[in-house]
C-alpha cells in the first residue's frame, strides 16, 4: 500500500474564525447552513462539504459568496471526502459549536479557530483523508498571575465571563 503524508496551509481570511469537521450525508450542506443562520443571524458565513460517493462534488451554503468560495477552496487543498468547512465573520465558534456537534451527521470536529491552520491529510492509492490539524503555534511558556489576570479581565471585557 502506497501512503504519503501531506501538509495543507489553510486560507482563513482577516476577521474569519473556520470550523472544519467530519460529517457523512448530503444533507449537511443545508443543516449547517439552518444551524448557523439560526443561531446567529448576524453572522457572514460560507460553507462547503465534500461528498465521499455518488457525484462526489462539493456542495456550497452561506450568505457570503467570498467565504464560500474560500471554503470550495480549502476543500479542494484538502482533497478528502465527508469533510466541511465553514467560515465566520461577525461571529465565533464558540457561538455554534455545540449546535454543530448536535447536528446528527457530524461525526468529528477536527478544529475551531482564528489561528493559522495547516491540515495534515494521508493519501493513499483510494483516496485522501484527514489525520488532524495543527492549530496556531507552540506554547512559548506558563501564565504568569499577571497573564492570568489579562486573561480573566479580557474573557470580562469581551462578555463571555461576569
Known amino acids: 500500500m502506497n501512503l504519503e503524508i501531506h501538509s495543507i496551509k ?3 481570511p482577516d476577521g474569519c474564525n473556520i470550523i472544519l469537521g467530519q460529517t457523512h450525508f448530503i444533507k ?4 449547517l447552513y439552518e ?3 439560526t443561531t446567529v443571524p448576524q453572522a457572514k458565513f460560507g460553507i462547503a462539504f465534500t461528498e465521499a460517493s455518488g457525484p462526489c462534488l462539493i456542495r456550497t451554503e452561506g450568505n457570503d459568496d467570498e467565504l464560500t468560495g474560500v471554503c ?3 476543500l479542494q487543498a484538502i482533497g478528502a471526502g465527508h469533510v466541511f468547512c465553514i467560515l465566520l465573520r461577525d461571529a465565533y ?3 455554534i459549536l455545540n449546535q454543530i456537534k448536535n447536528c446528527p451527521e457530524v461525526c468529528t470536529i477536527y478544529c475551531a479557530t482564528a489561528n493559522p491552520l495547516q491540515v495534515i491529510v494521508a493519501s493513499t492509492t483510494q483516496g485522501w483523508g484527514v489525520l488532524g490539524v495543527i492549530d496556531g503555534f507552540p506554547p512559548k511558556g506558563v501564565e504568569s498571575d499577571d497573564d492570568r489576570q489579562q486573561r480573566r479581565d479580557f474573557l470580562r471585557t469581551i462578555g463571555y465571563k461576569r
Not at 449537511?28 to 443543516?31: L, N, R, S, V
Open 10 to 12: 489553510i486560507d482563513i
Open 28 to 31: 449537511t450542506a443545508e443543516d
Open 35 to 37: 444551524i448557523v443562520a
Open 72 to 74: 470550495v477552496r480549502n
Open 93 to 95: 465558534p464558540i457561538n
